[in-house]
């Protein structure tokens, strides 16, 4: 029997194949160390050498570790190499919301300037292509994301920046008259004050005579808290004065 000194070229074929896989798996671990290191430079150097921008390991992708730890430029360069800010975490935290719950302003910045575009498509296409468990969960962040604004922002409610992260959930299918106990999106910006953020809530169609479980309307909220732009803006967008809860009507609450 005669042996070649060297395999059949489909063994080979399969032995280069399975080296390059090999390669590419510890290319891919580097990057994602790197890239919760802030390590920018490796991380530059690992994408030119073949690491996949998008790899997943459990909980984890290069972007999402790079946004936990608050390496912006990281960010910048992930995003740049294709990066998808679209990818979430397992508790459903998406790169934006994790940037904006811990007030990371460059890296939300950085997001909000480099990801990918948003189609938004019509409610109809929507509700065939999205999944309801993906809608749930979108409108969870936007509440979440109104919520963690006004509780790290230090004051600073009127950053642009933060309404567009709630803009960008809202294109990406948020639900703007979604219910999270018992309150809307508007009901829950008007009850923390912040007034930009309504102001895109109600451009993108949000109700502004919703009332939550106490029948409290964000009229009410902002005659309650004698906060005169905020209530310029809902009666400019239709609010209704004699709508009443227990309480009374938003005049009379303003009145007291």
Not at 16 to 42: H, P
Not at 81 to 90: K, L, S
Not at 110 to 118: D, F, K, Q, S
Request: with cysteine.
């Amino acid at each position: 029997m005669k042996f070649s000194a060297f395999p059949e070229l489909p063994a080979l074929t399969l032995i280069f194949a399975l080296a390059v896989a090999s390669c590419g798996e510890s290319l891919n671990e580097r990057l994602l160390k790197a890239a919760a290191d802030g390590n920018t430079a490796e991380v530059k150097t690992l994408l030119n050498n073949g690491a996949y921008v998008n790899y997943r390991q459990g909980c984890r992708t290069p972007l999402l570790n790079a946004v936990i730890g608050n390496h912006s430029d990281t960010v910048a360069a992930l995003m740049k190499a294709g990066a998808n800010d679209n990818e979430r975490d397992c508790d459903g935290k998406s790169p934006l919301l994790i940037a904006a719950q811990h007030n990371y302003s460059d890296v939300r910045d950085m997001i909000l300037r480099h990801g990918e575009p948003v189609w938004t498509p019509t409610p109809t296409v929507y509700a065939t292509l999205k999944p309801a468990s993906a809608q749930i969960e979108l409108n969870k962040q936007l509440f979440s994301l109104i919520d963690n604004i006004v509780a790290t922002d230090g004051g600073e409610k009127e950053d642009p920046a933060n309404v567009e992260a709630a803009k960008k959930l809202v294109l990406q299918g948020a639900d703007v008259n979604a219910r999270d106990i018992g309150q809307t999106p508007l009901i829950r910006a008007a009850q923390n004050g912040h007034i930009k953020v309504m102001r895109a809530l109600l451009e993108h169609g949000a109700d502004v005579n919703a009332q939550d479980d106490r029948g409290e309307t964000a009229l009410m909220i902002a005659a309650g808290e004698t906060d005169p732009d905020m209530v310029r803006l809902l009666l400019s967008k239709g609010a209704v004065v004699n709508l009443k809860d227990k309480s009374g009507s938003p005049l009379g609450l303003a009145l007291k």
